[in-house]
């Protein structure tokens, strides 16, 4: 895994999802550690089921002074993400997909996409999602993946830098804690399943 330089990536902007003001992304951790969770999209199927599985750590998180923030590389589909009530951190948007690039999380090709779409973990991941109730949609970028960044307080080092090689994969909530010291009784969630990494029903 490529080395993140916190300085330079740090200095990309986010738009924050709820005042739609622009931070760069160094002040989320300037004060306390946070937990950067960067979905594919707002649409996905296993994306929300993903958020919602990580949530299932904020209470914990949020004793122990850690910041958890959802990142998402386009706005559409931001409000109907919210309104489901599935993440239970800040959201914020990457419209220039400047920290996607930076952080290593790849594109797919409209060729490629189909193949990973495919995979067995997308499938598990989709299958859990509906199983949850959780749907997801077609709309915007589908070619995205995503991935997460955990980063000590004041930017001091990276606890963690994880890239999706599937659509379907993502950080046990058990990796989550261990990196960041902390003690968490959270029952993980069966993972969902996409039929395509577009992840609908």
């Known amino acids: 895994m490529a080395n993140v330089d916190l300085a330079q990536v740090g200095k990309n902007l986010l738009k924050s999802g709820e005042t739609g003001e622009n931070v760069e992304l160094q002040s989320l951790w300037q004060d306390q550690p946070v937990v950067l969770f960067f979905l594919r999209r707002f649409g996905c199927q296993v994306c929300r089921w993903t958020a919602s599985e990580v949530s299932k750590l904020e209470p914990e998180l949020r004793a122990s002074g850690v910041a958890l923030v959802g990142v998402g590389p386009e706005e559409f589909g931001l409000k109907e993400f919210k309104e489901g009530g599935l993440f239970k951190g800040s959201l914020y948007v990457d419209e220039q997909k400047r920290?996607?690039?930076d952080l290593g999380f790849k594109r797919y090709t409209a060729i490629s996409v189909v193949p990973a779409a495919m995979g067995k973990r997308v499938r598990e991941a989709a299958s859990k999602a509906k199983a949850a109730g959780i749907q997801g949609n077609f709309s915007g970028d589908l070619l995205q993946s995503g991935g997460m960044l955990i980063v000590a307080k004041g930017g001091e080092k990276v606890l963690l830098h994880f890239v999706q090689d599937s659509p379907g994969d993502y950080v046990p909530l058990k990796d989550i804690a261990k990196v960041l010291g902390i003690a968490a009784?959270?029952?993980?969630?069966?993972?969902?399943?996409?039929?395509?990494d577009i992840c609908t029903r």
């Open 99 to 101: 920290t996607y690039k």
């Open 185 to 196: 009784e959270v029952k993980e969630g069966q993972r969902p399943v996409c039929n395509d």
